[in-house]
């Protein structure tokens, strides 16, 4: 018999413009609250709570809690790294042993969120259909090229204009080996914007000071940093949509077999 396809049943998640423009939203107050009270601990863990717990009740879909943990360990633990190694410094008080403010996990959380909306959204979705491999060329590469951008800026940060120049070099080559396809050009540019006006944003805030800021307190090789993680991160968000997704598709698929 005819086999017959449930299309009722759930895709890979894709983000509508209400949802996006909904997700920038909680960002913003967020960046509000930053704006106006960093410099309080106490005050900024209180607002970050509330903004997180009326975020989850008013625009949570399958799968967010994933990519807000994603952003705690993931986010999270960059920044303590980095505040390790010296590249930059929070100026706000914090409770945590190193200079990091506790509240910035759950800021963190919410940006991977505010990724996951935009990358899944029309014009940086690409060709749909779950990976054909787990780890393929590109991620391979990448993955390799994002342990060579943090030994470089964890060792070099200090210096002047070295950091810049070898994430540079490291980028074009990279770009010349492996084009990005159309929709990852489209998010890579946007970021290229949206990424350094975002922490310009932060840094005129006084939430944090780089070593050897050139663009308003911001180092060059952050906003090469930017265009090159974005495409880590679709590719790895991409795969977990579909991780996420993939045993109610499946299940639905033997359903609906010669009914």
Do not use: H
């Amino acid at each position: 018999m005819e086999e017959i396809i449930d299309k009722s049943e759930p895709r890979a998640y894709q983000t509508t413009l209400s949802e996006l423009l909904s997700e920038t939203a909680v960002l913003l107050l967020a960046t509000l609250a930053i704006y106006f009270f960093f410099q309080n601990t106490k005050v900024m863990s209180v607002a970050f709570i509330l903004i997180i717990v009326f975020r989850f009740l008013l625009l949570n879909r399958k799968g967010d809690v994933v990519f807000f943990l994603m952003g705690l360990v993931l986010g999270g633990g960059n920044d303590l790294m980095s505040m390790w190694k010296g590249v930059y410094y929070y100026t706000p008080a914090t409770i945590l042993p190193v200079p990091i403010p506790v509240w910035m996990l759950l800021f963190w959380g919410e940006v991977f969120v505010f990724f996951r909306r935009l990358m899944r959204y029309g014009p940086f979705l690409g060709s749909e259909g779950p990976p054909k491999r787990l780890l393929d060329l590109p991620l391979g590469f990448d993955i390799v090229l994002y342990v060579i951008y943090r030994m470089i800026i964890y060792r070099y940060a200090s210096e002047p204009w070295l950091p810049d120049a070898l994430y540079a070099g490291i980028l074009v080559v990279r770009l010349l080996l492996l084009p990005p396809t159309a929709n990852e050009r489209k998010l890579m540019l946007t970021l290229l914007f949206l990424g350094p006006v975002y922490e310009i944003v932060l840094i005129r805030c006084g939430l944090y000071v780089y070593q050897n800021g050139f663009i308003m307190g911001l180092p060059l090789w952050l906003i090469i940093w930017w265009v090159f993680i974005i495409r880590v991160f679709k590719a790895i968000t991409d795969r977990t949509e579909y991780a996420i997704f993939s045993k109610n598709s499946t299940q639905g698929l033997e359903k609906s077999r010669k009914r």
